[in-house]
């Protein structure tokens, strides 16, 4: 049976690791950009970015995200690649022309967003051109659905895709819809759910139940994890289709909630339990 695994993260702004707010990430005014409050920075590590690739490394914690939140952080990537060629996926500023040459510096796959978002319009034509630069290979691809939750008028909750630091809504709703059109492009989705990352006050509950209801290829949620336990439920919540990010509230990043050694365990518990699962 499918199962949850926790995947980590080295999120880079001003080409430091930080743990930042998600929904604090400033960017620069727009018709449809979202009014919100300074940044808040809940953690500013003293580590090079390679010191946690190798963390991850010497752990086996495939999967992991780096972001670039914004310029200045290439170099920082670059870090964090050279410590673990091929096992991380790398984020932020990643279009057309440039996805193939970061898969040459050592990501294992290339993240993309606010490019498939032309003036906040979603863009298949741009989609296509990304498969394309990358020799069609959708195994290299990941699509970041991040988003912001909203209210339908009808009264029910909706979440719709965020870009430019998760700050301008798009016209790409995220239900069964969308993700059936975008799935045969891609090998996985990443989806912060932005109104709670780095609250560390509990996941979105329903966005993870239907993320395991509408996806039939890997991915990963991250906003919200404060314990162990958030793993446990992410799996039951979503049948074991949706793997977990946990930042801010882990101890290599400041936090008290969570030790990554207790994650550790947890995704070996789970690869001895499912020997078919694999990254």
Known sequence: MPRCYFRPCIDLHAGQVKQIVGGTLNSPASPSALSTPSLQTNHISHHPPSYFASLYKKHNLWGGHVIMLGPGNEDAAMDALQAWPGGLHVGGGIKDTNAAEWIGRGAEKVIVTSYLFPDARSSMER??????????????LVIDLSCRRQQSDDGRAKWVVAMDKWQRLTDMEVNAESIAILEPYCSEFLIHAADV????????????RKLGEWCSIP???AGGGSSIRDLELVERLANGHVDLTIGSALDIF??????????VEWNQRQSAQNSTHSP
């Open 127 to 140: 989609l296509r051109g990304m498969l394309a630069a990358l020799g069609g290979d959708r195994q290299k």
């Open 219 to 221: 991915v990963t949620y």
């Open 197 to 208: 990352e780095g609250l560390q006050n509990g996941i979105d509950q329903e966005l993870v």
């Open 254 to 263: 400041g936090g008290s909630g969570v030790k990554l050694e207790e994650c």
